[in-house]
């Protein structure tokens, strides 16, 4: 009985000193807490273009167990991984970014982009990628975290599956404006735009020289003169 409540002791001991930081951590997602969203804004509004553009269908991004959840996640000095305990996520991070990427991907109008779960339709490409790190990092107490994203990217050719046209990583980093959630959410939110206006610029341009090779490659008939 001495040895368990020794243990117990140790316990409140080790989560009190995980709780250095300016907010609480838990080691689960929050039930009820403030719950945010990512509020990503494009430069312009998400229409449908009015012309043929090509079209791509967004697959729900891969994530660890960790990140596949309502959770924001944070890393401590010691690499203790935990949630924030007084906030989390409206929806699970994928469905999250999913949604996220499918609104700024359309705001181009260069392309035209639907979630890849919509049965019934067909697109000339696919997008399929994983979240690999969405953390705010702890190097020092009292001070703010620093904010690391990075995205893996494939960008598939429907007429051709089996190989991918082209692949790229986008990492972000910032340091976030100050030690609340609010203002960690809001960096969460500032490097997400960044990234998925990169993502956007590499999909269109990668889409673009992917039509101008196969343009080339097309054989017109020719006549023999006969």
């Not at 000095?77 to 700024?104: C, D, F, R």
């Not at 067909?122 to 997008?127: E, F, N, P, R, T």
Request: contains cysteine; positive net charge; glycine residues 4%.
């Amino acid at each position: 009985m001495r040895k368990l409540i020794v243990r117990l002791l140790i316990l409140s001991l080790v989560l009190v000193v995980c709780s250095g930081c300016a907010i609480d951590l838990g080691l689960k997602p929050p039930a009820a807490s403030e719950h945010y969203m990512l509020a990503v804004s494009t430069d312009t509004p998400a229409r449908t273009a009015t012309h043929s553009v090509p079209t791509i269908a967004v697959d729900r991004p891969q994530a660890n167990a960790f990140l596949n959840s309502t959770g924001i996640a944070v890393i401590q000095s010691n690499q203790k991984v935990l949630y924030y305990a007084k906030g989390q996520w409206a929806t699970a991070l994928p469905e999250m970014m999913l949604s996220a990427a499918i609104h700024s991907l359309n705001s181009t109008q260069k392309i035209r982009s639907f979630n890849n779960a919509q049965p019934g339709i067909s697109a000339d490409y696919k997008l399929v990628w994983s979240i690999e790190e969405f953390y705010a990092r702890y190097t020092a107490k009292k001070t703010p975290p620093h904010i690391y994203i990075t995205l893996n990217c494939w960008l598939i050719d429907n007429d051709k599956v089996s190989q991918p046209v082209a692949s790229s990583v986008f990492a972000g980093n910032q340091t976030a404006s100050g030690q609340g959630l609010e203002p960690i959410v809001a960096s969460f939110n500032s490097t997400v735009e960044t990234l998925l206006s990169n993502m956007n610029t590499w999909v269109t341009a990668t889409i673009k020289k992917n039509e101008i090779h196969e343009t080339k490659n097309v054989t017109p008939n020719s006549s023999d003169g006969n």
